[in-house]
Protein backbone atom coordinates (compact mmCIF):
# COMPACT_ATOMS: atom_id res chain seq x y z
CA UNK A 1 0.00 0.00 0.00
CA UNK A 2 0.84 3.30 -0.79
CA UNK A 3 0.04 6.74 0.27
CA UNK A 4 -0.98 9.22 -1.71
CA UNK A 5 1.12 12.89 -1.54
CA UNK A 6 -2.29 14.26 -0.82
CA UNK A 7 -2.86 12.47 2.39
CA UNK A 8 1.41 13.16 2.88
CA UNK A 9 0.54 16.76 2.56
CA UNK A 10 -2.28 16.47 4.77
CA UNK A 11 -0.40 14.79 7.38
CA UNK A 12 2.34 17.89 7.08
CA UNK A 13 0.02 20.81 7.20
CA UNK A 14 -1.79 19.58 10.63
CA UNK A 15 1.56 18.56 12.24
CA UNK A 16 2.68 22.14 11.07
CA UNK A 17 0.15 23.72 12.67
CA UNK A 18 -0.04 21.48 15.93
CA UNK A 19 3.65 22.61 16.24
CA UNK A 20 3.02 26.26 15.55
CA UNK A 21 3.74 29.25 18.22
CA UNK A 22 1.28 31.03 16.07
CA UNK A 23 -2.45 31.83 16.28
CA UNK A 24 -2.98 31.16 12.41
CA UNK A 25 -0.41 30.27 9.78
CA UNK A 26 -1.19 30.71 6.14
CA UNK A 27 -1.17 28.32 3.45
CA UNK A 28 1.83 30.51 1.88
CA UNK A 29 4.07 29.55 4.65
CA UNK A 30 3.35 26.46 5.01
CA UNK A 31 3.92 25.89 1.53
CA UNK A 32 7.29 27.94 1.88
CA UNK A 33 8.57 25.48 4.54
CA UNK A 34 7.68 22.49 2.99
CA UNK A 35 8.58 23.23 -0.87
CA UNK A 36 5.04 21.80 -2.16
CA UNK A 37 2.96 24.54 -4.23
CA UNK A 38 0.91 26.83 -2.98
CA UNK A 39 -2.48 25.72 -5.32
CA UNK A 40 -2.14 22.12 -4.62
CA UNK A 41 -1.78 23.00 -0.53
CA UNK A 42 -4.89 25.34 -0.95
CA UNK A 43 -6.73 22.14 -2.01
CA UNK A 44 -5.23 19.85 0.99
CA UNK A 45 -6.36 22.72 3.27
CA UNK A 46 -9.67 23.27 1.78
CA UNK A 47 -10.29 19.37 2.32
CA UNK A 48 -9.29 19.41 6.05
CA UNK A 49 -11.54 22.04 6.62
CA UNK A 50 -14.40 20.52 5.07
CA UNK A 51 -13.57 17.89 7.45
CA UNK A 52 -13.18 19.10 10.19
CA UNK A 53 -9.90 19.11 10.73
CA UNK A 54 -8.68 22.74 10.26
CA UNK A 55 -10.47 26.31 10.71
CA UNK A 56 -9.58 28.62 7.67
CA UNK A 57 -10.42 32.29 8.37
CA UNK A 58 -10.20 34.01 5.01
CA UNK A 59 -8.74 37.82 4.99
CA UNK A 60 -6.70 40.58 6.30
CA UNK A 61 -6.55 38.92 9.45
CA UNK A 62 -7.22 35.27 8.50
CA UNK A 63 -5.09 31.94 8.34
CA UNK A 64 -5.41 28.06 9.64
CA UNK A 65 -5.62 26.87 12.79
CA UNK A 66 -6.23 23.37 14.59
CA UNK A 67 -10.09 23.10 14.96
CA UNK A 68 -9.03 19.65 16.81
CA UNK A 69 -6.75 18.95 19.36
CA UNK A 70 -3.69 17.01 18.17
CA UNK A 71 -4.86 13.94 21.05
CA UNK A 72 -8.56 13.35 19.45
CA UNK A 73 -6.86 13.66 15.84
CA UNK A 74 -6.92 9.40 15.27
CA UNK A 75 -3.92 8.47 12.10
CA UNK A 76 -6.32 5.84 10.99
CA UNK A 77 -9.30 7.88 10.47
CA UNK A 78 -7.45 10.69 9.46
CA UNK A 79 -6.26 8.26 6.40
CA UNK A 80 -9.53 6.83 5.61
CA UNK A 81 -10.69 10.71 5.32
CA UNK A 82 -8.22 11.62 3.16
CA UNK A 83 -7.54 8.59 0.77
CA UNK A 84 -10.02 8.37 -1.84
CA UNK A 85 -9.10 4.66 -2.70
CA UNK A 86 -7.87 2.48 0.05
CA UNK A 87 -8.68 -1.01 -2.32
CA UNK A 88 -5.62 -3.40 -2.06
CA UNK A 89 -6.83 -5.23 -5.14
CA UNK A 90 -8.22 -4.35 -8.50
CA UNK A 91 -10.95 -6.65 -8.35
CA UNK A 92 -12.42 -5.26 -4.87
CA UNK A 93 -16.10 -4.68 -5.81
CA UNK A 94 -16.13 -6.24 -9.39
CA UNK A 95 -16.55 -9.87 -8.80
CA UNK A 96 -17.67 -10.14 -11.96
CA UNK A 97 -15.08 -9.07 -13.68
CA UNK A 98 -13.08 -11.86 -12.58
CA UNK A 99 -12.94 -15.14 -13.74
CA UNK A 100 -11.81 -16.67 -10.43
CA UNK A 101 -13.46 -14.17 -7.84
CA UNK A 102 -15.75 -17.17 -6.88
CA UNK A 103 -12.70 -19.73 -5.53
CA UNK A 104 -10.18 -16.51 -4.80
CA UNK A 105 -9.34 -15.47 -1.47
CA UNK A 106 -7.18 -12.53 -2.15
CA UNK A 107 -9.16 -10.09 -2.13
CA UNK A 108 -10.75 -11.09 1.67
CA UNK A 109 -7.25 -11.62 3.06
CA UNK A 110 -6.19 -8.40 1.89
CA UNK A 111 -9.18 -6.45 3.03
CA UNK A 112 -8.35 -7.74 6.48
CA UNK A 113 -4.76 -6.53 6.36
CA UNK A 114 -6.05 -3.16 5.59
CA UNK A 115 -8.24 -3.37 8.68
CA UNK A 116 -5.69 -4.31 10.63
CA UNK A 117 -3.31 -1.53 9.24
CA UNK A 118 -5.94 0.99 9.78
CA UNK A 119 -7.11 -0.27 13.47
CA UNK A 120 -2.92 -0.06 14.55
CA UNK A 121 -3.35 3.68 13.14
CA UNK A 122 -6.07 4.19 14.92
CA UNK A 123 -3.67 3.76 18.14
CA UNK A 124 -1.67 6.79 17.04
CA UNK A 125 -2.63 10.30 17.18
CA UNK A 126 -1.27 13.80 16.00
CA UNK A 127 0.03 14.18 18.89
CA UNK A 128 1.93 11.13 18.69
CA UNK A 129 3.68 11.94 15.92
CA UNK A 130 4.74 15.32 17.64
CA UNK A 131 8.28 14.40 19.72
CA UNK A 132 8.18 16.45 22.74
CA UNK A 133 11.49 18.08 22.51
CA UNK A 134 11.23 19.26 19.00
CA UNK A 135 8.33 21.66 20.29
CA UNK A 136 10.53 23.88 22.35
CA UNK A 137 13.37 23.43 18.82
CA UNK A 138 10.45 24.57 16.20
CA UNK A 139 10.77 28.53 17.92
CA UNK A 140 14.80 28.26 16.52
CA UNK A 141 14.51 26.30 13.49
CA UNK A 142 12.86 26.62 10.34
CA UNK A 143 9.57 23.34 10.19
CA UNK A 144 11.83 21.28 7.60
CA UNK A 145 15.10 21.38 9.82
CA UNK A 146 13.23 20.33 12.49
CA UNK A 147 11.57 17.64 10.65
CA UNK A 148 14.84 16.22 9.39
CA UNK A 149 16.58 16.48 12.62
CA UNK A 150 14.04 15.13 14.63
CA UNK A 151 12.94 11.92 11.89
Do not use: W
Not at 75 to 87: A, K, M, P, V, Y
Amino acid sequence: MHLTRFTDYSLRVLMYLAESTNERTTIAEIAARFNISRNHLMKVVQELSRLGYVTAIRGKHGGLSLKKSPDTIHLGRLIQDTEHSLSLTECDGDDEACYIATVCRFKHIANEGLAAFIEVLDRYTLQDLLMPDCRSRLQELKLIELTQSCA
